[in-house]
């Protein structure tokens, strides 16, 4: 990995912290060496699969879930200064120009931004009757590039330019108040020997935050002496355990609360 790819880049390890994105501009870059250590010419493909926290709602209150939800993130190539372009296998041309690609994702997402007032059926990627942004995703999943060559003992530099369109950050600024999470891996794939050997698909976890890190509150929106004064406020998670400061003197067996972000306590 390059420098850039992480403050801890020196520690050998191959991943890439992108950071978090204060302006919201939805537009990231990382850059890394590919090497071929074998004695024989191979050839490589490059894809990407990113997502975020899904969420969930109750009681009319929206929470981040422990599942994760698809993110239509268009991403781009350079491979020694050369743009790679990604298509896909699979035949989606919406715009008419011969190809599957990510302009094609992108309509679909114009199209359920209610920027275009039709498209074609064919954006029914998955086939469940309906188009909607999971259709780009599947788009987008399934884009790699043409091969990239590498002779033995060779290596290429890549860039990785990871765009989130105007559509996708208008329904993250819409579902995440405070920022959504960016994770995702980029892929490099050796592509199979003529006799159909294969060998394993190199991964490149990354993790950003679409937003500013500091807006989102470290403490709970209600506090423990705020309940005990009336304060019914829904707790984030509304477990019935607390995180305070508790002050306990040895001559005496009462616990004092002086500060705390407690979750809701039930009375049975």
């Known amino acids: 990995m390059d420098d850039s790819a992480t403050v801890s880049a020196s520690d050998g390890k191959v991943k890439a912290e992108l950071g978090d994105d204060p302006q919201r501009t939805g537009s990231y870059r990382v850059s890394f060496a590919l090497h071929n250590l074998t004695q024989e010419a191979q050839g490589y493909t490059l894809s990407a699969d990113f997502f975020t926290q899904d969420q969930f709602t109750q009681d009319g209150i929206a929470y981040l879930h422990t599942q994760t939800?698809?993110?239509?993130?268009?991403?781009?190539?350079?491979?020694?200064?050369?743009?790679?372009?990604?298509?896909?296998?699979?035949?989606?041309?919406?715009?008419?120009?011969?190809?599957?690609?990510?302009?094609?994702?992108?309509?679909?997402?114009d199209y359920t931004a209610g920027l275009l007032s039709q498209i074609d059926p064919q954006a029914d990627v998955d086939g469940d009757g309906r188009i909607t942004t999971y259709d780009a995703y599947c788009v987008l999943d399934a884009l790699e590039t043409r091969q990239i060559q590498i002779p033995a003992g060779g290596s290429v530099h890549i860039t990785a330019e990871i765009v989130l369109p105007e559509a996708v950050k208008s329904s993250l600024d819409r579902q995440y108040e405070n920022g959504a999470y960016l994770d995702g891996y980029l892929y490099v794939e050796p592509v199979a020997t003529a006799e159909g050997e294969t060998a394993p698909v190199h991964s490149i976890p990354v993790l950003g935050f679409y937003g500013n890190w500091s807006d989102p509150s470290m403490y709970d929106r209600i506090t423990y002496t705020s309940y005990l004064y009336g304060d019914t406020t829904a707790p984030y998670l509304g477990y019935a355990q607390t995180n305070n400061l508790i002050i306990k003197h040895r001559s005496d067996s009462n616990a004092y609360y002086q500060v705390g972000n407690p979750y809701l306590l039930e009375t049975p």
């Open 69 to 109: 939800t698809p993110l239509a993130a268009q991403v781009r190539y350079l491979v020694d200064g050369e743009p790679f372009v990604p298509t896909a296998k699979p035949v989606c041309d919406l715009d008419g120009d011969g190809d599957t690609d990510a302009d094609d994702a992108q309509r679909i997402l």
